[in-house]
């Protein structure tokens, strides 16, 4: 009997890929069977050791998706080398540096939207004109707990994370009469060198993991078998949902001592 998750002959485009949890969804895709483009907006030499590894069927491509044109660009890299894609992961994001509203810089404010939410936009825009014609595909946007929980100091990137969740579902609604699909994957606390400061501090660690009714920061794995099963024909029924991949850490834990 064939794995349902297989990927074999499949084509997949994921965004932010040389580092932390899109690089783990990349090796996933792979070890799937599908053929990879890894992007990243800087240290391209991260995504080509990446995709070296993983092997002839995986490729680099440098590209900053809140770039329209760059946008574009790069997936005509993919459609010359691979004549089509599948598998969209619209990963790419940033956080920016922490501030109150009304001491934001607008520019920084900006930037975080510009990658986060215009970025998915332009990405899924060119996955969609691709995949509707063929009438097969599936889009993952890869948004985050801050979707639905509040995070003084980043009102940038709750605003992205939520607007991403809502085009999620907007485009999911548009592109299911032609049997394409759109989720988002949300991750709650997962360990990347991002966050390394957090994880590594032993107060830090005990803090956010009281935060994780399972107990325990999340690996980026977590996130990419969550993601390859959602791109499979596994999950040929599932489509318009964020689901959640955050050890629980959205039933806030606190209740759980009383109101």
């Not at 215009?118 to 993952?140: D, E, N, S, T, W």
Request: hydrophobic letters at 45%.
């Amino acid at each position: 009997m064939k794995f349902r998750n297989d990927l074999t002959g499949r084509t997949a485009l994921v965004t932010g890929g040389s580092s932390g949890i899109g690089e783990a969804i990349a090796r996933d895709l792979a070890a799937a069977g599908a053929k990879v483009a890894i992007n990243c907006v800087s240290h391209l030499d991260a995504a080509q050791k990446v995709a070296a590894e993983i092997g002839p069927d995986a490729v680099a491509l440098q590209a900053d998706v809140s770039d329209s044109k760059a946008v574009e660009a790069m997936f005509q890299q993919v459609d010359r080398r691979w004549h089509g894609l599948d598998i969209l992961i619209n990963n790419a994001g940033i956080d920016g540096e922490r501030a109150l509203a009304w001491e934001a810089d607008e520019s920084a404010w900006q930037k975080v939207i510009a990658v986060n939410l215009f970025g998915a936009f332009f990405c899924a825009r060119q996955a969609l004109r691709r995949m509707v014609p063929q009438k097969r595909g599936v889009i993952v946007n890869i948004t985050s707990v801050h979707e639905e929980i509040a995070w003084s100091g980043y009102s940038a990137y709750c605003t992205a994370k939520a607007g991403e969740a809502m085009l999620t579902k907007t485009l999911a609604q548009e592109a299911a009469p032609h049997g394409v699909r759109v989720l988002a994957v949300a991750p709650g606390a997962v360990k990347t060198p991002i966050n390394q400061s957090v994880w590594q501090d032993p107060a830090g660690l005990k803090d956010l993991e009281r935060k994780i009714p399972l107990g325990r920061i999340g690996e980026t794995q977590d996130i990419a078998s969550a993601v390859t099963f959602l791109v499979s024909d596994s999950a040929s029924y599932i489509t318009a949902r964020t689901i959640f991949v955050d050890g629980g850490m959205t039933d806030f834990p606190d209740f759980a001592h009383g109101g």
